[in-house]
């Protein structure tokens, strides 16, 4: 596609449950990103992938996150036992290489409520 | 670590006004800044950025931004407001903080309302 896509757009789930949550990079772009967006703030880092492996996990908040990348292009964050504070906009972005402070390309974001 | 400060959560101007949306960064090394805008129900879209060279940067839709290194700023500013212009605007800074990953830090956002 010409852009980064995520799906669902919107997840709304039960405290406890478990989620997945997809982004679909731009076509040979080797670094991507996961961001998270609380109500009323900036978003904020959470992995960063330098083709299959998750060179940075240090945003990640807690053991209850994971993400993967197993073929070096889609990516998956997993949450655990998801809990209210979870409820956010998770956003993905990609870059087309590894080490260079170029433009991230961001998805349109998926909208999780934990009710 | 490198932090970035938006002054005003909410700036209102009318049509055909000046826009002034500021932020303010700390960097321990050269930065790369970067401008970010984000319509109602969609993804953060690139404006503009800063790397090396030039000071002052022209971006889509009309808008600019002077890096200021004395004063660590990154002000964007638009001559003429459009009721288009309308949307949530994100200052940046691009930072190593491990594993090579120039992950963007940003502020918490500024809500630009244009009056007709």
């Known amino acids: 596609g010409a852009g980064v896509s995520q799906t669902p757009s919107n997840k709304v789930t039960e405290k406890g449950k478990y989620v997945e949550l997809r982004c679909d990079p731009i076509?040979?772009?080797?670094?991507l990103y996961w961001y998270r967006q609380s109500l009323g703030q900036g978003p904020e880092f959470l992995i960063y992938?330098?083709?299959?492996?998750?060179?940075?996990d240090s945003g990640l908040p807690n053991d209850r996150f994971f993400a993967v990348r197993p073929e070096g292009s889609v990516s998956t964050l997993k949450i655990q036992r998801t809990e209210r504070g979870d409820s956010a906009v998770y956003l993905c972005?990609?870059?087309?290489?590894?080490?260079?402070?170029?433009?991230?390309?961001f998805g349109p974001g998926t909208r999780l409520t934990v009710l | 670590a490198q932090s970035v400060t938006q002054l005003g959560s909410h700036v209102s101007v009318s049509e055909g006004a000046l826009v002034l949306l500021r932020c303010n960064y700390s960097?321990?090394?050269?930065?790369?800044l970067f401008w970010y805008v984000q319509y109602p129900n969609q993804g953060l879209q690139l404006l503009l950025k800063?790397?090396?060279?030039?000071?002052l940067v022209k971006g889509i839709n009309g808008f600019e931004a002077e890096f200021k290194k004395s004063e660590t700023s990154f002000h964007l500013t638009k001559p003429s407001a459009h009721m288009s212009d309308a949307a949530e605007y994100f200052c940046?800074?691009?930072?190593?903080?491990?594993?090579?990953?120039?992950?963007?830090?940003f502020g918490k956002g500024t809500l630009l309302t244009v009056n007709p």
């Open positions: 972005a990609s870059r087309p290489r590894h080490g260079g402070r170029d433009e991230q390309f």
């Open positions: 076509s040979g772009h080797t670094a």
């Open positions: 992938f330098q083709g299959t492996g998750a060179a940075d």
């Open positions: 960097s321990s090394v050269p930065p790369y």
């Open positions: 800063y790397t090396t060279g030039a000071t």
């Open positions: 940046a800074v691009s930072e190593n903080s491990g594993g090579s990953n120039y992950k963007l830090t």
